[in-house]
């Protein structure tokens, strides 16, 4: 009896080795924690966060606040003189752009590619989704909302229309797709839906926009177990209340 439950409690520690062992396998981690310059609200930081979750990375979060002007120090300059968050530090290796962060994360980290291909074709739609977010997408909204957030100027209603048809362009890219590159969730989901989630948080409707509304809400539930509440919603929310004050 006494060789048998010794023997039943090696084969149980065996097992267990095995399942570390796999656990592992193909999760690279780094040899320290990642730093990562932040500030709550700020969408591009909640998309690298959401990103971080999504593979399991621990960050070491460092609060910047850009509103009392912790990104303005000299040795803030020194190590990103755009002076922008979120900037990462991974043992010494900097990176600002919370794009160029996210990719170089899956690149760095991913179990796989699946958040950013290393397929030529199946990256390139990828990168035209950031790339139409960083350059079409966040820059209209940025330009309707930024002055109305931070200088207390009305609605223009002529930004407005630059937006939804930038809004109409995403409409048709997703016809017929699960996510903003295809089948599966990437970067650029995670990217965007921090940019959706102020629009939704500031009441701004984009309803009409069928296929943007329901991939909005697919992204949502998504990226739920991966912080979609805690760092996304949260942070448009604290974003939509700066409006309500002016
Ligand atoms: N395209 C950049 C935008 C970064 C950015 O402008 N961040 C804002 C906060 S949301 C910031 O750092 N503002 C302070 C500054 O530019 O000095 C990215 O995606 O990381």
């Known amino acids: 009896m006494k060789f048998l439950t010794v023997l039943l409690a090696l084969l149980y520690l065996a097992n267990d080795i095995g399942n570390a062992a796999a656990r592992s396998k193909g999760g690279k981690m780094p ?14 930081c909640r998309a690298v966060m959401m990103t971080a979750r999504v593979l399991g990375l621990d ?9 009392k002007g912790e990104h303005l120090t000299p040795e803030y300059q020194k190590m990103n003189p755009q002076h922008t968050i979120p900037t990462m530090d991974d043992n010494g290796f900097v990176l600002w752009e919370s794009r160029a962060i996210m990719a170089y994360l899956v690149n760095a980290y991913g179990r796989d590619d699946s958040l950013y291909p290393k397929n030529p074709r199946q990256r390139a739609i990828v990168d035209q989704r950031l790339q139409f977010d960083l350059g079409t997408l966040y820059s209209r909204y940025s330009a309707l909302y930024a002055p109305m957030l931070f200088k207390g100027e ?9 937006l939804t048809e930038a809004l109409g362009w995403l409409n048709m890219l997703l016809d017929g797709k699960t996510f903003a590159a295809g089948d599966n969730l990437t970067i650029a989901d995670i990217s965007m839906i921090a940019t959706f989630s102020n629009l939704e948080a500031l009441g701004f409707d984009f309803s009409a926009h069928e296929n943007v509304a329901k991939w909005f809400e697919r992204t949502k539930k998504t990226l739920e177990p991966h912080g979609y509440e805690d760092i996304d919603k949260a942070g448009a929310q604290q974003i939509a209340s700066f409006l309500k004050k002016d």
């Open 31 to 44: 040899s320290q924690p990642i730093k990562l310059y932040y500030l709550p609200p700020s969408p591009p």
């Open 59 to 67: 960050l070491e979060l460092v609060l910047t606040n850009i509103m």
């Open 154 to 162: 009305p609605y223009n209603e002529e930004l407005a229309a630059k």
